[in-house]
């Protein structure tokens, strides 16, 4: 009993301190997100734990990330995270070293990234004479991020096409924090703004 207990007080210990109970709140539904970054020595066992749920795994700088979907009963999301992450920890015999549940494909009413990407592309492709696309990575040559992206631009100019460096430029910035479900958002209803309404000052 003793031995139960203490793993739980554990566990609980360590789901809180990553703010994974926390997660719980923004959690939509009873199916949900789980990434976790792994410290361990057998990351074998790792692997089959996610492929076992139908997940992904990636090694990193010697840590195991961890991309999988689990069920969140409603009303016991505290519960399990705390025991997903005890499973975890235990399988790999190692730390988990964060963690984070969020709902798939983000919450109602924000788009995923697959669809912001179309919809700056489509005002480009809607306003060609004053907006265009940027790939930045491409562009300057840069490293794409971790997980393989590139960053992006959407250029509104009367002269697109043209480095104009003796004019002022005006720079809105999105998307560089984790979980900023807005931001990327307010920066599509600028460009929205900026390309639909050129040229009307009303």
Not at 90 to 109: F, K
Not at 134 to 143: F, K, R, S, V
């Amino acid at each position: 009993m003793w031995k139960y207990g203490l793993i739980s007080v554990l566990v609980c210990v360590t789901a809180c301190q990553l703010g994974v109970r926390d997660d719980c709140d923004r959690v939509v539904g009873e199916t949900a997100s789980l990434y976790a970054r792994v410290e361990t020595g057998d990351s074998g066992r790792v692997e089959e734990w996610v492929q076992a749920r139908g997940g992904e795994m990636r090694v990193r700088n010697g840590e195991v990330e961890v991309d999988v979907m689990v069920s969140v009963p409603r009303g016991s999301c505290k519960e399990a995270a705390d025991e997903l992450l005890g499973e975890l920890a235990n399988v790999g015999g190692g730390e988990v070293m964060a963690a984070r549940l969020g709902t798939p494909g983000g919450p109602p009413g924000y788009d995923t990234p697959e669809q912001l990407q179309a919809s700056f592309q489509e005002l480009a492709d809607d306003y060609p004479a004053i907006a265009s696309l940027i790939d930045l990575t491409e562009a300057y040559g840069l490293p794409a991020t971790v997980d393989g992206n590139h960053l992006y631009a959407l250029k509104v100019s009367d002269n697109v096409a043209e480095d104009e460096s003796d004019e002022l430029n005006v720079l809105v910035v999105a998307n560089h924090h984790a979980r900023e479900l807005v931001t990327p958002q307010i920066a599509l209803d600028v460009a929205s703004e900026l390309t639909s309404r050129y040229g009307n000052s009303s």
